[in-house]
């Protein structure tokens, strides 16, 4: 399996590269205040308004970081951007690699995280450490059912949404794949 | 006590008396019936003698015997109280006989001598009472006496032992308490008429003592109470009059108030009119000092010219004085000096040649040597110059050239970057392709090498350019070191110049001054015994110039001090009529707002005039309640005085009581 992997301060995230649309260079961030209080604004990319939920606040990280990337991701029937420090690479992790986070992971919130990477001998652009861990995160519960709720109704507000009924679908057989 | 007082006593000697009286007539009657029996005795006596000597006179006849009468008469005769017998028969006395010459006292008893029924003769006896006996008389009054007297001390001593004792105590108790006491108590138990009285007057006591109790105390509080009313009506009384006399002399005082008041009323009306007089003479007065302060302030400015010319003169006579002091004092020492500049002129001359030998050949070494070493250095120092700023610009230009680097490599940053993110959306899309984005995989695999190669070289060159960008700012540091010392240098080169040129020229100078001073020394000496004799003359013509000018500041000070004293004066004057202007118009401003409030003060003066004829009404109506209630209170005071005394008088009366401890 394939796993975008970004930093957000100085720790290795990954998501599984299915869920990922594009990555794009921090854009103007408009701030309306109809959205709900997670998500920090929204972009136009190619005349789509697209929330964008920032990661830092959501690990609860509060410095500032020197660098920014927009992950758009998309998340069950829309696109939503995540603002990380840097996307580094693109890795495959084998699933025999993927270990159980423990319960409390580095101050992290544990339901976000669906395992733990290893990756040996990598060879990175800036850091040439040979063996670094990757936490992978669950993309589905980065937001809760109520947050979800709020985004699609925002969504509404903004009437911006476009459907993708296969997309949808696609998720899920991918998730029930990936359960079994 | 009194004897004759004591019921007893008198009840005894009542008695006495009466038994006396009675005894008395009883003596009285006894005597007399004594008296009549003897004197009925007598009689019959004497008539039963009488008709014996008849019948036996009657048997003469008969018979003739007068031996039988003889016998009886002759005992008859024996009888004291018969004085004499006479027996008459018819015409012829028969017998005749007398005891004792006749007396005149005697009576006469006539007994007719019967013969049958015939009357033949009379015996007449007279005889006389005889007297009672003394003896027995005053034995009977003895005896009479002494058994009254007996009887007397028998009713005494009973009367006194059953009745009299107690009556006694009786009365001695009433006595007593007619003194006072009542604390007595009759000691009398028995059951008679006594007992009973006393009793009853021991009631009476006990009440009395009761009453007494009660009007004592009664008497004493209100006695108290009536002091104290007393007291407190005389200080009513005393208050009364004070306010009285207060009231009189307030009364008095408004009057006088109101007295005086007229009189302020009646002044503050003359005030008024002689103000309103003052206040058009004042405006007159004003209008008159302001012209002559205008005039005087003329004069006075006048004057100031001429003091300030007066002073000036003075100060330049003075200045010229001072000046003549300080000239004659310089004379002095110019003339003193001067003999001694005369020695040392001598003494420079030597000095002064030696000298000027030396400055020529300093002035020489100078002008040869050090002027043109000098030169070079100039010369040198600026071609160093010229050179270094050729250098520092082409430092300058080198740093714009690695900046637009900088700009260049940023550019090439921005690119590797892009690419980077470009390969990763590439290699995204390859993986979401599947198996037909598998030969887009390798370019996009190929990016992201090309990528990470350029940005690992952009990065050497940013190092590489940095550190050259440091180097050269290090360079150009050390050029600028470099330009500042070279400037110094040539500064301090051209200095050296400057004094160089200074001090040949100065040597030059003191060369030609050498040779001048040693031509103008010889000059000097003998200019120095003409400057001698002159300044003798000029100490003289000096010292009468000091004379004159003396005499001079003297005689300007003087003018100075009368102008000055004058200017004085005026301004004072003018000062005091500008006041006295000011102040007139101030005054009469015043006057006029003081006639104002006198007006106001007439008015207000007028009205109380009003108010204070009401107060004297007034407080005169007060006076007369106030006499009156005066009058009261005294009549009541009076009242309560006598009420006090006769308080006092009930109280010394109930006090005669004793009723002993309450």
Known sequence: MKYTIFDIADENFGIEIQWVVEILKPQKLFKIPELPDFVSGVISVRGEIIPVIDLRIRFGITEKAGKQRVVLIRLEEAKVGLLVDNVTDIAEISKEKISKPPKLFKGFRAEFIKGLGQEHSYVGTKTSNSNRVIIILDIERILTSEEKIKLKRSRGKLKNEKVNPHGRESVRRRLKKDKK | ?662
């Open chain 2, 1 to 662: 006590m009194k004897i004759k007082k004591k019921l007893s006593t008198t009840f005894i000697f009542r008695v006495l008396i009466i038994l006396l009286i009675g005894q008395s007539f009883i003596w009285y009657w006894s005597f007399s019936r004594h008296n009549i029996t003897i004197e009925d005795d007598l009689r019959e006596r004497i008539s039963l003698v009488s008709t014996l000597i008849a019948n036996a006179a009657a048997a003469i006849n008969t018979s003739q015997d007068y031996t039988y009468i003889e016998q009886l008469t002759e005992g008859a005769i024996k009888d004291k109280n018969i004085v004499s017998i006479e027996v008459t028969k018819g015409s012829k006395s028969l017998i005749r006989k007398s005891q004792a010459p006749e007396e005149m006292a005697s009576q006469k008893m006539e007994t007719p001598i019967m013969e049958g029924d015939k009357k033949t003769g009379t015996v007449t006896i007279t005889y006389k009472q005889v007297k009672p006996d003394t003896v027995f008389i005053l034995t009977n009054l003895i005896l009479q006496g002494i058994v009254f007297l007996v009887l007397t001390f028998l009713i005494y001593l009973f009367f006194q032992r059953h009745i009299g004792r107690q009556i006694e105590s009786l009365s001695a108790s009433i006595e007593k308490v007619t003194l006072g006491d009542l604390t007595q108590k009759i000691e009398i138990a028995e059951d008679n008429e006594i007992g009973i009285i006393a009793k009853g007057l021991d009631f009476l006591i006990e009440r009395l003592l009761i009453t007494v109790r009660k009007l004592k105390s009664i008497t004493g509080n209100v006695s108290a109470a009536i002091s104290q009313l007393n007291l407190t009506f005389k200080n009513v009384i005393n208050g009364i009059s004070n306010r009285q006399r207060s009231l009189e002399e307030i009364s008095r005082a408004v009057k006088n108030a109101s007295g005086s008041q007229k009189q302020t009323i009646a002044n503050t009306e003359k005030l008024l009119s002689l103000s309103n007089d003052n206040v058009s003479a004042l405006l007159e007065m004003r209008a008159a000092s302001e012209e002559i302060a205008s005039s005087i302030g003329n004069l006075n400015s006048n004057i100031s010219d001429s003091y300030s010319a007066v002073a000036g003169l003075t100060q330049s006579a003075q200045k010229v004085a001072s000046m003549a002091d300080n000239a004659t004092s310089a004379v002095h020492k110019a003339s003193t000096s001067i003999e001694e500049i005369n020695a040392s002129v001598k003494e420079a001359e030597k000095t002064i040649k030696e000298s000027a030998e030396l400055s020529n050949r300093t002035t020489n070494i100078i002008a040869e040597k050090g002027m043109l070493s000098v030169v070079d250095a100039i010369e040198g120092m600026e071609r160093i110059e010229d050179s270094v700023n050729s250098l520092t610009e082409a430092i300058e230009r080198l740093g714009r050239r690695s900046r637009d680097i900088e700009k260049i490599l940023s550019v090439i940053k921005d690119v590797t970057e892009q690419t980077g993110m470009l390969s990763l959306n590439a290699q995204i899309l390859a993986v979401q392709a599947g198996e037909h984005g598998k030969s887009f995989s390798i370019v996009a695999d190929e990016m992201r090498n090309l990528s990470e190669k350029t940005a690992a070289s952009t990065q050497d060159i940013a190092t590489i350019v940095s550190t050259l960008q440091k180097e050269i700012r290090e360079a150009m540091d050390s050029t600028m070191e470099t330009v500042r010392m070279v400037e110094e240098g040539n500064h301090v080169v051209l200095k050296t110049g400057d004094a160089l040129r200074e001090i040949l020229h100065a040597s030059q100078k003191s060369t030609q001054m050498a040779a001048s001073i040693e031509h103008a020394a010889a000059q000097q000496a003998k200019g120095l015994s003409l400057i001698f004799n002159a300044v003798d003359d000029i100490q003289n013509m000096i010292l009468d110039v000091n004379r004159t000018t003396g005499q001079q500041e003297r005689d300007t000070a003087s003018l100075l001090e009368s102008i000055s004293s004058i200017k004085e004066s005026m301004e004072a004057a003018r000062n005091a009529t500008d006041k006295q202007a000011e102040s007139t118009g101030f005054i009469t401003d015043n006057i006029e707002l003081s006639n104002g409030k006198t007006a106001e003060i007439a008015r207000a003066s007028t009205e109380q005039q009003k108010v204070n004829r009401q107060i004297i009404e007034a407080m005169e109506e007060v006076m007369v309640i106030g006499k009156e209630t005066t009058r009261n209170v005294k009549e009541v005071s009076l009242f309560i005085t006598s009420l006090h005394n006769e308080v006092e008088v009930l109280r010394k009366e109930v006090e005669v009581f004793r009723t002993g401890t309450l």
